[in-house]
């Protein structure tokens, strides 16, 4: 595999050039702060223009909103559902290992987990480069300096003209060219989930902490200074003074507590509309007072539904959009496809039930198969310790047959031929009466 030229790929970097060629982007600081609704409004709408449009502002926001916590593990989630689950290349069903030795390397797990991306963000574009090794590295090219109407590679994030990405070779562009992404749904709720952090937290500050008051002669002002000193050493929360000839009151709310419980409220609201929006759902990620165990059991199906989609998202990239460029880097995927190695792993309880249930109506099952599902280690001498059973299980068998063979004591037929005649019910009604004519003949003695 050769390696691929510098002068091709895609060089990204900083305004200042540090060696070799210059930079072909120059990636500025983006805007991460204090975003409101006014903003993002104006973003959205340079964005979806379909003549030139500038998402930077836009974009902007995203990794802004991608610092809070819960957006980030809800991401998380699903780029882990798509990169946890092994993937190979088949040709007539068999194993290619001369292809899937490549899996092996970090690049592709990386890969794989950026294609969320594509869903987030609306769109992602890729270049492909061999080493001096002839493994693969990916670049994740920018999202301010791709314009994805034009598929134009550019310069500074806010030009509107740029080169044509297909100028490099072995890149990759996968979207639409006016989706702004899923993140476009979830921005409102992270800015008004930081307004009402910030408005909770000054609640807390004033509130939270008990305020201290000081009063003074108003003609006293060496008296005054020295109040002062002393209660900026004593800590941060609130101070008033006055005169002794003036008052001070603080009216509080009604509910004090009532208005504490009303922000946190609304924050999980928020987080709960962005678990729907990437999720479909609240309870696998967060429960609630109102949550249960069974409805979450419920909602992971709706989860689970979005995280296959998301695979299969990926095997379409891989069959089908990655083709020309594994060929241009010597890798043969002609003639096979890539698909899952295993299939989700069930629950082993409920497989352990299903194993008991079938068992009791006389399934047979094989043992290898208890063995490779539960993770059971087979036994060295394990085709001993079953040849061993098997003969206790015939051994046991032929005894009980002799037995059922031999008459008890006593009913023979053709000692008593009327034990045969009776009914079981009749010989234990027999037992009991000579046992109280046997009674009551000792009590005449």
């Not at 070799?20 to 600081?29: S, Y």
């Not at 975003?35 to 003549?51: E, G, L």
């Not at 000054?202 to 060496?222: C, K, L, N």
């Not at 309870?283 to 979005?306: F, H, M, N, P, Y």
Request: charged residues 30%; proline residues 5%.
């Amino acid at each position: 595999m050769a390696k691929t030229s510098d002068k091709n790929t895609i060089k990204q970097g900083g305004v200042m050039n540090v060696g070799g060629r210059p930079n072909d982007i120059k990636i500025g600081v983006p805007n991460l702060w204090y975003p409101d609704i006014q903003s993002f409004q104006r973003a959205v709408t340079n964005a979806i223009r379909w003549d030139y449009p500038s998402r930077k502002e836009l974009y902007d926001l995203y990794d802004s909103c991608l610092m809070d916590t819960h957006l980030k593990g809800v991401v998380r989630k699903r780029k882990i559902a798509v990169s946890k689950f092994p993937i190979e290349f088949r040709r007539d069903g068999e194993p290619v290992e001369e292809v899937n030795e490549h899996i092996k390397s970090p690049w592709f797990r990386n890969f794989l987990k950026s294609l969320i991306d594509v869903q987030l963000w609306g769109f992602s574009a890729y270049q492909f480069v061999a080493d001096k090794d002839g493994w693969i590295e990916v670049t994740d090219i920018d999202h301010r300096h791709v314009n994805p109407v034009t598929r134009e590679v550019l310069e500074y994030a806010n030009d509107y003209e740029g080169k044509p990405l297909a100028d490099f070779p072995n890149t990759l562009f996968l979207g639409k060219p006016t989706d702004c992404g899923e993140l476009m749904s979830v921005v409102p709720w992270i800015i008004t989930k930081r307004q009402t952090t910030g408005d909770w937290a000054q609640y807390a500050q004033v509130f939270g902490m008990p305020i201290r008051e000081y009063t003074y002669d108003g003609s006293d002002w060496e008296t005054m200074k020295t109040l002062k000193e002393d209660a900026e050493c004593q800590g941060s929360n609130g101070i008033y003074f006055h005169t002794t000839d003036t008052s001070m009151n603080i009216i509080e709310p009604g509910n004090r507590s009532g208005s504490a419980d009303l922000y946190e409220r609304l924050m999980d609201k928020c987080d709960e509309q962005i678990s729907i929006m990437l999720l479909g759902n609240t309870l696998t990620t967060t429960v609630g007072d109102s949550g249960s165990r069974a409805l979450g059991d419920v909602q992971k199906s709706e989860e689970e539904s979005i995280m296959e989609d998301d695979r299969g998202f990926v095997l379409d990239v891989l069959n089908y959009e990655m083709s020309p460029i594994f060929a241009a880097l010597g890798i043969d995927t002609e003639g096979g496809e890539w698909v899952y190695a295993e299939k989700e792993k069930i629950d082993k309880t409920q497989q352990a039930d299903i194993v008991v249930k079938m068992n009791s109506i006389g399934l047979p099952i094989s043992d290898d198969y208890l063995y490779d599902t539960f993770g059971i280690a087979k036994p060295d001498d394990y085709d001993q310790i079953k040849a061993d059973k098997e003969a206790q299980r015939k051994a046991l068998e032929e005894a009980l047959r002799k037995q059922s063979e031999e008459p008890e004591p006593g009913n023979d037929p053709a000692e008593n031929p009327k034990t045969t005649d009776r009914s079981i019910y009749q010989r234990i009604l027999d037992f009991f009466a000579e046992a109280r004519a046997a009674g009551t003949r000792s009590e005449r003695w």
